[in-house]
């Protein structure tokens, strides 16, 4: 599903290279996890795969079902079925959560050609998805992230995801800064959208969410490249003894 | 010879270049009708002034009254402290009045009415019903009305074509016409309230106005009603070189309330057209009015090329005790705008609220805001301005606070707030405060930002395009000003913000 080859990228304002040469493919229906110390490049992974700003991709290609991500516009990667749960998701003031996410919902089908949803069904569809994530229709109507917690946010990102059904999720430390219980939640909204069609690359740094999105693939991350890849028991490996066991064996 | 040939290669170069404009520019309601029209000659004169008064069937005195203002024009100068740039104004260059001449006999059935006509308020969004009675089918009054009543009068260059529901607004003694219908037939109440809060001596372009308006909307709310409907006027300029001056006279009596709403479009020109409108509101003891604009004049194009030039006076007077007005605008098209919807806080304990928002792209130039004169005591005014830039456009927000000695405590709120996007645009707060008693409060606040690119990256993650973002976030941006619209009027409000950014980005 998604092909990432060789990926060299460095910022495009400054010569920093921070992405030395990534290899990945995430099978459709599998879970890849990514671990890694601060600053190894994780998130920027995340942002050159969905289309942001400021990065030069300087060698290598990232494919979405052979579709050359990198040549599209950020909205046409979503289109394509990209979806990122952002680290830190943006505040947009005055704008409803549902009107936005109304606004995306429609955007894509529009961008496929299909109709849009009517506001019914879109209601529906949004209050059912909405209970499982224990998120009540005062948080459906206040603007964007705006004065949610740290789980809020999350569990809204969540939201966003299951309403949109991407193909390819990439989850950037959605568990960071939550509790157990809103992490069940995310987990379990996460694991609700599991199918075989799609795709889940899953960045934290935590075992505690791998223990209940159970990966199928993990993968250390260190200095701008997958270092090592193994199964479930390298992330326990992690949580025991820290990076600086897998690094030393690497270097 | 000479001449004529000249001519003739210059309609050929102007003809492309209003093709090219129609191809590029997005201005949705840049199309005009192709209606035989009535002319006036070119320029304004006393004989003009005399021609417009005639037309109107006008009594003596209204002649009088215009000729008296035409005298005083002839010696005033065009103000130029306003933060607004354009080639000066010929104003013997302007035709001053036009109008259909289907006019001049009213249809009896759909069939026989202009179909361009029809066809104009359809685009402008006018349910067809309405339409039926603004173009004057006999018994269309008569129909049922489907969902919420909206009494329309639509001004259609000079003229007034045509009102609806006023059989049933005269029901509840609530009288709703043209000027020059009021004029001529409540000429007691025109008389007792015409330049009363707008005086002909007010500036250049209100006194222009007094000279030479040829049409617009009066309403007549009695003591203690509470009008039942929406009353709304659609002003459309679409003869070519006319200036529209028109017109607007409500009255608000003793307790009552009334919702009023003002559309205004024009089709797209490479000629800079000229709009000069006064707007007074009457309102007495325990009274209140709403007043809602969505101006969207063909802006020009974006090399800064034909769009209306729109000055106009708009004043409150808040008369009695306890009277209200709240003004909402949302002002996203002309060339250039010079507009300050005013409020005179006569009355004790009378309130005047401001909400605008005023977008400006490409060259678009705004110089915009309100003034708030309190006079009684216990006055509370509320101001919220939204100003929006992109392209090369210039926001400009101009407002007055005034309390006078007698206003003891009395507030003020005003929240200014500027979003720019891209670099090339520019914001400006002017803000004049006078505080001339020491039990008053007067609170500003202002703010400038810029559309973030986080949030717009969000929004793309999300699938929208760019175009799509932006509208959505300044629609976020603008959103406690598009609250205080009647519903209608917030949606097409909010479609206008999104058509007026097009473009803005990328
Ligand atoms: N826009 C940027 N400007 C400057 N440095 C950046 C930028 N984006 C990322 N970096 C740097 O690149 C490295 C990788 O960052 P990031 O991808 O956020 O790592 P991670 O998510 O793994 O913690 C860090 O050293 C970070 O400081
Ligand atoms: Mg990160």
Request: proline share 4%; with cysteine; aromatic share 8%.
């Amino acid at each position: 599903m998604l092909e990432i080859k060789n990926l060299h990228v460095k910022l495009e304002e400054e010569e920093k290279q921070i992405l030395k040469g990534v290899d990945l493919t995430v099978e459709a229906g599998k879970v890849h996890a990514i671990m890694g110390p601060n600053g190894s490049g994780k998130s920027t992974l995340s942002y050159v795969l969905s289309g942001r700003d400021g990065y030069e991709v300087t060698e290598g290609s990232a494919t979405l079902e052979g579709e050359d991500l990198l040549e599209m516009e950020p909205e046409e990667r979503a289109a394509a079925g990209v979806f990122l749960a952002f680290q830190y998701p943006v505040e947009i003031p005055g704008v409803g959560n549902m009107t936005f996410l109304r606004t995306a919902v429609n955007a894509q089908r529009k961008a496929r050609g299909e109709d849009e949803l009517s506001a019914a069904d879109f209601l529906k569809e949004v209050r059912a998805k909405a209970k499982s994530l224990k998120i009540d229709a005062d948080m459906l109507k206040r603007p964007v992230n705006v004065g949610f917690s740290g789980g809020e946010k999350k569990r809204n990102e969540i939201l966003q995801m299951a309403m949109l059904e991407p193909k390819m999720c990439i989850l950037d430390e959605t568990d960071s800064g939550l509790d157990v219980d809103a992490m069940k939640l995310v987990a379990e909204g996460v694991n609700a959208l599991r199918d075989e069609g799609r795709g889940f690359l899953v960045i934290t740094h935590y075992q505690r969410l791998l223990d209940h999105i159970k990966p199928d693939v993990v993968h250390i991350m260190a200095d701008g490249r997958i270092v090592k890849t193994g199964g479930p028991e390298l992330a326990l490996e992690v949580e025991n003894n820290g990076y600086a066991d897998i690094l030393a064996e690497v270097n | 010879m000479a001449a004529l040939d000249q001519t003739q290669v210059k309609e050929g170069v102007d003809q492309e270049t209003v093709d090219a404009v129609r191809e590029v520019s997005t201005y949705k309601y840049g199309w005009d009708t192709d209606i035989e029209m009535e002319y006036a000659p070119k320029g304004v004169n006393p004989d003009i002034v005399r021609l417009i008064s005639d037309k109107n069937e006008e009594p003596e005195w209204m002649t009088e009254w215009r000729l008296a203002a035409f005298e005083r024009w002839t010696k005033m100068d065009e103000p130029n402290w306003a933060m607004v740039h354009y080639p000066k104004i010929d104003f013997q260059d302007q035709y001053y009045y036009a109008r259909p001449k289907s006019m001049e006999e009213k249809p009896k059935s759909l069939d026989e009415v202009d179909p361009k006509l029809l066809a104009t308020y359809e685009k402008l969004g006018i349910p067809l019903k309405e339409q039926m009675i603004l173009a004057g089918v006999e018994g269309a009054e008569d129909m049922p009305a489907e969902g919420r009543k909206v009494a329309v009068d639509a001004v259609f260059d000079s003229v007034s074509v045509g009102t609806t529901f006023q059989d049933e607004l005269a029901k509840h003694g609530v009288i709703f016409c043209s000027i020059s219908e009021a004029i001529r037939e409540h000429p007691e109440l025109v008389k007792k309230y015409l330049g009363t809060v707008v005086p002909v001596s007010d500036n250049f372009y209100a006194t222009l106005n007094s000279a030479v308006f040829s049409d617009g909307s009066f309403v007549y709310i009695p003591p203690g009603v509470r009008c039942p409907m929406e009353l709304s006027t659609y002003f459309r300029i679409n003869a070519e070189n006319t200036g529209q001056f028109e017109r607007t006279l409500i009255i608000a009596d003793k307790g009552s309330y009334v919702s009023y709403l003002e559309g205004c479009t024009a089709p797209q020109r490479d000629t800079a057209q000229l709009h000069a409108a006064v707007v007074e509101i009457i309102i007495e003891e325990d009274a209140e009015v709403k007043y809602s604009t969505v101006q969207n004049w063909f802006p020009g194009d974006e090399n800064g090329k034909g769009g209306i030039y729109n000055f106009v006076t708009k004043r409150a007077d808040c008369r009695g005790d306890r009277s209200k007005v709240m003004w909402t605008q949302v002002e996203t098209g002309s060339a250039v705008t010079w507009k300050y919807p005013s409020c005179i806080l006569r009355g004790d304990e009378s309130q005047g609220e401001f909400y605008s928002i005023a977008i400006t792209n490409n060259m678009q130039q705004a110089d915009t805001g309100t003034k708030m004169v309190h006079l009684g005591k216990n006055t509370k005014s509320r101001i919220v301005s939204k100003g929006i830039s992109a392209g090369k456009a210039q926001n400009t927000y101009r407002g007055l606070v005034s309390m006078h000695p007698k206003a003891k405590d009395s507030r003020n709120y005003t929240q200014c707030d500027s979003l720019l996007i891209g670099d090339k645009c520019g914001a400006h707060t002017v803000p004049y405060i006078e505080v001339r008693n020491n039990s008053s409060r007067v609170e500003h606040e202002a703010t400038t930002s810029k559309v973030d690119d986080d949030q717009l990256f969000y929004c793309r993650q999300r699938g929208m395009d760019e175009e799509e973002a932006v509208a959505l976030v300044v629609n976020g941006f603008c959103k406690d000003v598009l609250q205080a619209l009647p519903m209608e009027f917030a949606m097409e409000a909010q479609q206008l913000v999104a058509i007026s950014l097009e473009g803005s980005v990328g």
